[in-house]
C-alpha cells in the first residue's frame, strides 16, 4: 500500500507596514509556476455585508520563489479580523502563517485625517499560529494617546482625526446595558464630563467616585450636543490586541454607592472602556 502523502508545509508570508497605513505581503512558495493570489477572509462573526467578506490580491513574482501582494491604505478593509490565504497555480488556498513582520512604520504613523477617517491595517498570529489581519474603518477617530491614573480618577490625553474639536466639546461615559463589547444610548446611565481642547488636541478627567458599579464605555461629542459621538480606541501602534498587553492597576475609591475598585481597560476591539467593581464595605 502506498503510504500517504505528507502534509503540504505551510505557506508562510512576511508582513510590511508602510506610513500610510498599506499592508505588503511576501509569500514563500519556490514550486509556483502560474497565476497566484492573496485571499483575505473577513470572519463571519465580523461580516456585516456577506458581498464584501472577501479581499483578492493578485500575487506577483518579486524574486526567485517568492511572490508578493500589495494592500495599499486606498483600498477598502471593512472592519473585522481577516484571515489570510494564498492560492496558488494548484487552485487551492491555504492558510498562511506569519513569518518576518516589520510594523515599524506603524508605531510612528500619525495620520492626517484629511480623508475623514482612519483606516488601520495590523498583521498578528492567531493562536493556532495563522495570519490574519486586524482592520479598523473609523470616520471620525478618538484617539486615546494617554491615560495618566490618579487616586481618585483617571485622565485621558488624546487627539481626533477626520473632525474638529469646537468650544462645548465633552466627553461622555455611558454604562453599558449588557455583556457586549459597544455601550448602547441609554439615558439614566450616561455621565458627561467637560473636556479641555485645542486644535486636534484633548484632555479630560474622569472622577471614580461619581460611577456605579458596571462597565463604562468612554465617548468624545467633538462638537458637544450639536456634532457626533465618537468612541475612544488606541489604534495607532502595531499592537493588534491591546487587551492582554496593556494594563492599568485599579484604585480603591469610596462612592455613595460603597467602596469599589475601578481602572481602565481596552476592549476586544482596541475600545477604551473602565471597569468600576464593588467592595465590601
Not at 19 to 42: C, M
Amino acid at each position: 500500500m502506498t503510504p500517504p502523502a505528507p502534509p503540504a508545509a505551510p505557506l508562510r508570508a512576511d508582513c510590511i507596514g508602510d506610513s500610510a497605513g498599506g499592508l505588503t505581503f511576501d509569500v514563500a512558495a519556490r514550486r509556483n509556476t502560474g497565476a497566484a493570489l492573496l485571499i483575505l477572509r473577513r470572519r463571519v462573526t465580523d461580516a456585516v455585508d456577506a458581498a464584501a467578506d472577501t479581499v483578492s490580491l493578485p500575487l506577483a513574482p518579486a524574486a526567485e520563489g517568492r511572490l508578493r501582494a500589495a494592500l495599499p491604505s486606498s483600498v477598502s478593509l471593512p472592519e473585522g479580523r481577516w484571515d489570510a490565504y494564498a492560492r496558488l497555480s494548484d487552485g487551492r488556498p491555504r492558510r498562511l502563517v506569519p513569518g518576518v513582520t516589520d510594523l515599524r512604520s506603524l508605531a510612528e504613523r500619525t495620520p492626517s485625517g484629511l480623508l475623514g477617517h482612519v483606516a488601520v491595517r495590523i498583521p498578528y498570529a492567531t493562536r493556532q499560529g495563522n495570519l490574519t489581519v486586524r482592520s479598523w474603518l473609523r470616520a471620525p477617530h478618538a484617539e486615546a494617546v494617554e491615560l495618566r491614573l490618579a487616586s481618585g480618577g483617571l485622565t485621558v490625553r488624546g487627539r481626533v482625526y477626520g473632525t474638529q474639536l469646537v468650544p462645548g466639546a465633552d466627553a461622555e461615559l455611558r454604562a453599558r446595558p449588557d455583556d457586549g463589547e459597544r455601550g448602547g444610548r441609554g439615558g439614566a446611565g450616561v455621565r458627561r464630563v467637560e473636556v479641555a481642547a485645542e486644535r486636534t488636541e484633548f484632555a479630560f478627567t474622569v472622577p471614580y467616585d461619581g460611577l456605579t458599579p458596571g462597565l463604562w464605555d468612554l465617548w468624545l461629542r467633538p462638537a458637544g450636543d450639536a456634532g457626533p459621538v465618537v468612541r475612544l480606541a488606541r489604534l495607532l501602534d502595531d499592537v493588534a490586541d491591546k487587551n492582554p498587553v496593556l494594563t492599568f492597576p485599579r484604585v480603591r475609591v469610596r462612592t455613595p454607592h460603597g467602596p469599589v475598585e475601578a481602572g481602565p481597560y481596552y476592549t476586544r476591539d482596541n475600545d477604551l472602556s473602565l471597569a468600576v467593581a464593588p467592595l465590601e464595605a
